[in-house]
C-alpha cells in the first residue's frame, strides 16, 4: 500500500503538476493556478485523490516511516521529470541565497514533516470524507503566503474565493458531525 500512495502522491500527482507548471509561461503562484492546464490539473487531482484513499490501509506504520518511504520512492520519478521539464537546476543550486534555503527548508520541515505528517496522522484515524475537506486550505494558505512573503497581488476576488473556500469547509464540518450524531443517535449510542 505505501508503494501504490507514494506512486498516487508522489509521483503521479506532483509529476502532473511539475508538467502542468513547465508548460506554463508565468512563475508568480497565481499566474500558475490561472494558466495550469486543466487536464493536468484532474489527472493530478484523481491521482492524489487514490493515494489518499491508500493511506487509512497504512494503520499500522509509523507516520515517520511512510513518509521516510514514499519520499524514497517518488524521488528517482521526481528527479527525472524534473530533468525532463525544467532547466538550470545546477545553476538554481549553486546561487541560491538564504532566503531560497529557507525556502527550502519550510517546504521540507513545515509543509512535509509537519503539514503531511499531520495530514497522514488524521487520514489514519478519521473518515476521508471528514479530512479531505482540509485540502482546500492549502492553495488559501499558498495564495496568503505569496502575497505576505513573496509580494504577490491579493485582489478582493482571491481574498473572496478564499473566504468562500474557508465557509465551504466549515459547511462540511459541520454538516459531517451532524450526520455523525444522527447515525449515533440511531444506533442507540
Known amino acids: ?6 506512486l498516487c502522491i508522489g509521483v503521479v500527482h506532483f509529476g502532473l503538476m511539475f508538467v502542468g507548471m ?26 492524489i485523490g487514490f493515494g489518499v484513499v491508500l493511506i487509512p490501509g497504512t494503520r499500522g506504520i509509523p507516520i515517520a516511516t511512510l513518509q521516510a518511504w514514499m519520499a524514497v520512492i517518488s524521488l528517482p520519478p521526481l528527479l527525472l521529470l524534473s530533468g525532463l ?14 532566503r531560497e ?21 488524521l487520514l489514519k484515524r478519521y473518515s476521508v470524507t471528514l479530512i479531505a475537506a482540509f485540502t482546500l486550505l492549502g492553495p488559501v494558505f499558498g495564495v496568503m503566503s505569496g502575497g505576505l512573503f513573496l509580494g504577490d497581488r491579493l485582489t478582493y476576488e482571491i481574498v473572496g474565493g478564499g473566504v468562500l473556500v474557508l465557509f465551504g469547509i466549515g459547511m462540511i464540518q459541520v454538516w459531517s458531525v451532524q450526520k455523525h450524531e444522527v447515525t449515533e443517535l440511531g444506533r442507540g449510542v
Open 22 to 47: 513547465g508548460l506554463s509561461s508565468g512563475s508568480a503562484s497565481i499566474a500558475i493556478l490561472a494558466q495550469l492546464h486543466v487536464s493536468f490539473v484532474v489527472a493530478s487531482a484523481l491521482a
Open 85 to 98: 521539464f525544467e532547466h538550470g537546476q545546477t545553476a538554481a543550486i549553486a546561487t541560491a541565497g538564504l
Open 101 to 121: 534555503w529557507g525556502v527550502l527548508a519550510f517546504v521540507a520541515i513545515g509543509a512535509t514533516i509537519l503539514g503531511h505528517g499531520s495530514w497522514y496522522f
Open 1 to 6: 500500500k505505501i508503494v501504490k500512495a507514494s
